[in-house]
């Protein structure tokens, strides 16, 4: 059964934002924390509607990546552009080596397990031989 | 981890890889909007980003109007005064109306009933 939260973001992880944001001797009240979580939401809605008129606008169905970059601008929130470039940056990196890695482990494990199967057989082979002696 | 040398006038940190909401979450609330065929991981992990900046945009311009009435504590009120103060903060107008004392408010029904 699908809560209403699940189309709201958690207000733990928001208000661990909003914490990290202000002095440690601010506080929040109740009313503001439910507002600033539905802020939040609203947020991500405006953003997505208007990067979507853009990605509609160049006849694509994917968004991208430069969808959100245009629509940033239009909402005139481009000065968060340069990290969010630079973040975007550092995490294909990340995932591009994560890939390869993965690659490296399996080959690893793959030979490790042949290698295994290869033992037990042997000892399965010798302890039978033994049964019939 | 940053080398701090007297040439570099700029002291780059690493850039933020991670974001603090869930992602899966993030792109179900892209998707809620029907109009969106497809969104690729990477604007997903720019929207959660974005929105992280956002918060914190937010969570400042209300403690800067908290502050400047002498508290500590961010109240509705505060909020509800930079939406309608700031232009950015337009498309929160609907989520955070000002809001008004009840006699006024019975005053604006009864001149909105007394228009029918």
Redesign the interface.
Known sequence: MTSIDEFELPKACVMRVIKAALPDNALINKEAKVVMTKSATIFINYLTATANDVTKSTNKKILSANDIFSALETLEFDEFSDKLKDALEGRLIKTFYKKKKKKKKKKKKKKEKKKEIEIKIKIEIKFEIRQFH | MSSKSGSSPKKRS?????T???LA??K???K??K??????N??V???S????????Y???K??NQ?QSEKR?????K??AKIVKDI??LE??SD??PETVPLKKALQKQKEIKGLN
């Open positions: 690493l850039p933020q890889t991670t603090s909401f869930p979450r993030v179900r609330i892209m809620e909007d109009d969106v065929i497809q969104c690729s990477e604007s992990f720019l929207v980003l974005a929105t992280e900046y956002f918060l914190d937010f969570a400042k209300s403690f908290s500590r504590t961010v109240t509705y505060d909020i232009d950015q498309f929160l989520v955070v």
